[in-house]
């Protein structure tokens, strides 16, 4: 059986055609195939692996090597420092959303704010929120059933109280409430786009990815109807395309919002958009 140093050797080499980053994957795999903290591959890589830990890590790089994302083939992704469950039923947590989070904490909000989180997928932006703000009231919905057990995974695992998960197409099932804030990763990819048949968003959702009318119809939805559940001066926070700022901040002027600002992400992106309701 080869040695962890060999088999990480031998892994790089068969992923640097298909991976951005084939060392940190094949790292990452051999991980959670170990079970082990990574300063184990580098503490004993003389160390070889069994049959059975050679057949599991040959059968996840094969898998890898074709494209299935890391996250699914180990089952869980980091967001926030906290870890998160995913399956293919939903997004897969990525860094660029914390952005959407760290603007949200830094907003001025009573200390027992109301929260809706729209599609929220795994969980990951209304359970970073609720490990941040334990008196936040956060309702978090998804019209995805799938999605929605998944969260509720989470939620459990992370012990996270103070989150209500249902089953929502949007605001169709949600009470008459008024938030302090609402925040929302929507789908905002054109169906014609080419990135969807490259990467990891080959096996994500479509229905969690496109959208109608260049990306903008489901964020323009929300713009609309959200002004029935927002408070006054009540925010609406979106996550959108690197290219889609100047857009979200006209719908969000077409529509009575004040105050539209777009902040950038940490690769220098347009990422996200927020606007006050007006009085």
């Known amino acids: 059986m080869p040695t962890i140093e060999a088999a990480l050797k031998s892994a790089t080499v068969t992923l640097s055609a298909s991976s951005e980053s084939p060392k940190l994957d094949a790292e990452v795999l051999l991980l959670h195939v170990l079970q082990k903290p990574r300063s184990y591959l580098f503490a004993w890589g003389d160390q070889p692996l069994s049959e059975q830990q050679d057949e599991q890590f040959s059968q996840l790089i094969a898998k890898r090597s074709k494209g299935h994302p890391v996250a699914h083939l180990t089952g869980v992704r980091e967001f926030w420092s906290l870890p998160f469950f995913v399956n293919d039923s939903t997004l897969i ?12 904490l830094s907003l001025s909000l009573p200390e027992n704010a109301r929260v809706l989180d729209l599609g929220t997928g795994t969980g990951a932006i209304a359970l970073a929120l609720a490990s941040e703000r334990s008196k936040w009231q956060i309702d978090a919905v998804d019209a995805s059933a799938s999605a929605v057990e998944l969260a509720l995974k989470n939620q459990k695992n992370l012990m996270l109280n103070n989150v209500r998960i249902c089953q929502s197409d949007w605001f169709s099932a949600l009470d008459n409430v008024k938030y302090e804030l609402i925040v929302t990763n929507p789908p905002y990819i054109d169906e014609t786009d080419p990135h969807l048949s490259q990467g990891d968003v080959r096996y994500e ?24 559940y927002l408070s006054t001066h009540g925010v609406l926070i979106f996550e959108h395309g690197y290219d889609q700022g100047s857009a979200v901040r006209e719908l969000f002027a077409k ?10 992400d940490l690769g220098g992106n347009e990422r996200i958009t927020l606007a006050e309701l007006a009085s």
Not at 206 to 222: R, T
């Open 255 to 264: 529509y009575g919002y004040i105050k539209a600002q777009t902040v950038k």
């Open 205 to 228: 959702p479509l229905s969690a990815l496109v959208a109608p009318n260049k990306g903008l119809g489901d964020i323009e939805h929300i713009i609309v109807h959200a002004r029935a």
């Open 93 to 104: 947590p990525r860094p660029d959303t914390e952005t959407l989070v760290e603007h949200a």
